[in-house]
């Protein structure tokens, strides 16, 4: 089984979970979708295996201790992750961050009921990959942590721990970046409307670095004579969210191959031209339309579109 087919297969279903993510509003009917895509991909590994099968044990070991937990880390993320923005209290910011701190223990608490098995996976260690990693291994042993029942023919021992393994280190970086939004009664506390509304960036952050990015390369601030941390720093206050990972997910955005690289920038554009085309379309039929030169109501019309603030 080709190392290089498993490589270009996780890139491809990177790329679709994670814009499958960015599309989303949350919810359980994200999650589904966010779901079936990693069981998707689970399923083409099933596939793979049961067709091609492994050359040795030393690539079924591979196979079960590394690439398998990278796809299925996935789908315990996303089930964790939906349970705790499922518990998020409706408090205030203060009340959140005793609840993500709440859920950061629980996390630090797995890793310390698996020591030695996180210890292993840590270091890196292999002295018991021949035991863990392998299919069809007596499972009475010493050394085996407790988990879900196993399918023979596509489980080990110990790769749905590995992989829970990846997902709570996915879930405590989640958690430090939420914990890292605004702190109440501080310049971070975001904006507010003249209405009394307060406005925060709700959809993926990868977006909002596409815009940040676009601000910054067209040099729309200071003439552009601004780092591009400056700028990020900004918009994270603006906005209440993290954006300490901007390089990463940026080159992300750099490594897609089925969609736009300016993905949402295109969405942008498109959904203003159409704002503008269907407004021009509205004028002239407010223009045109049968009562617009009816005494008052076709100026009245033109006044309500003219004083429209959505047109």
């Not at 599309?23 to 079936?36: C, D, F, N, Q, V």
């Not at 941390?229 to 990972?245: A, C, G, H, I, W």
């Not at 295109?266 to 203003?272: C, I, K, S």
Request: proline residues 2%; glycine residues 8%; negative net charge.
């Amino acid at each position: 089984m080709e190392d290089k087919f498993y490589k270009e297969l996780y890139a491809q279903f990177k790329e679709e979970v994670l814009l499958a993510e960015s599309a989303s509003a949350g919810g359980i009917k994200h999650l589904a979708g966010e779901l079936a895509i990693v069981r998707k991909y689970l399923g083409l590994l099933r596939q793979e295996v049961e067709a091609e099968g492994f050359a040795d044990e030393a690539e079924e070991i591979l196979f079960f201790k590394t690439v398998k937990p990278k796809f299925y880390q996935w789908l315990i993320y996303y089930q964790e992750r939906y349970a705790v923005e499922s518990g998020l209290p409706v408090e205030q910011w203060k009340e959140r961050l005793r609840y993500y701190a709440e859920q950061l223990r629980y996390v630090s608490r797995f890793f310390r009921q698996h020591e030695f098995h996180y210890q292993y996976y840590k270091l890196g260690a292999t002295e018991l990959d021949h035991l863990w990693f392998v299919r069809g291994v007596n499972r009475p042993h010493v050394f085996f942590a407790e988990v879900p029942d196993i399918d023979p023919a596509f489980g080990t021992a110990q790769d749905y721990l590995f992989s829970k393994f990846m997902a709570y280190e996915m879930l405590q970086e989640q958690l430090l970046e939420w914990m890292s939004g605004p702190v109440e009664g501080s310049a971070r506390s975001g904006l507010v409307s003249r209405k009394g509304i307060a406005v925060r960036w709700t959809a993926d952050t990868c977006n909002l670095i596409e815009l940040v990015y676009d601000v910054y390369e067209t040099r729309q601030v200071n003439n552009g004579e601004v780092d591009l941390s400056d700028l990020m720093d900004v918009f994270e206050q603006v906005f209440q969210v993290n954006l300490s990972r901007y390089f990463h997910r940026f080159t992300e955005i750099k490594r897609r191959k089925t969609i736009s690289k300016t993905k949402f920038l295109d969405q942008m554009r498109e959904a203003v031209n159409q704002r503008i085309e269907d407004g021009d379309a509205l004028s002239k039929g407010a223009v045109g339309g049968k009562g617009a030169g009816r005494g008052s109501g076709g100026s009245d019309k033109m006044d309500l579109l003219k004083n429209n603030p959505y047109l």
